[in-house]
């Protein structure tokens, strides 16, 4: 399973962007996504998580401004991100569970990451 990310830039605070995140390759299922992100000299840090039936969970500094979805009949997720805050600037970085075949085991999948940059 490969994860592709896109959709950073260089965008001014209160602005938005969209991120997306595709999987391929052989895939079984993927049961959650996630979205982390990782400042210059900071530690990765989750963002934002979605299950295959659609439970969200959000880090307490995106609530309400950011939003995770799927399209799983395309294996992509996508990070809506409103109100930009210079705060958010940060490589982020997809994440998945997936199985590629019914009898695999459930394994953990990254993709390579996005620059996000969002100036004062």
């Known amino acids: 399973v490969q994860l592709q990310a896109s959709g950073g830039g260089l965008v001014q605070a209160g602005g938005s962007l969209r991120l997306s995140c595709a999987a391929s390759g052989t895939i079984f299922s993927i049961d959650t996504w996630g979205w982390y992100r990782q400042a210059p000299g900071g530690q990765r840090e989750l963002v934002a998580t979605?299950?295959?039936?659609?439970?969200?969970d959000y880090a307490d500094s995106v609530k309400g401004r950011f939003t995770i979805s799927t399209d799983n009949a395309k294996n992509t997720v996508f990070l809506q991100m409103n109100s930009l805050k210079p705060e958010d600037t940060a490589v982020y970085l997809c994440?998945?569970?997936?199985?590629?075949?019914?009898?695999?085991?459930?394994?953990?999948?990254w993709g390579q990451g996005t620059q996000v940059t969002v100036s004062s």
């Open positions: 994440n998945c569970y997936a199985k590629s075949r019914r009898w695999s085991t459930r394994n953990n999948y």
């Open positions: 979605i299950t295959s039936g659609g439970t969200t």
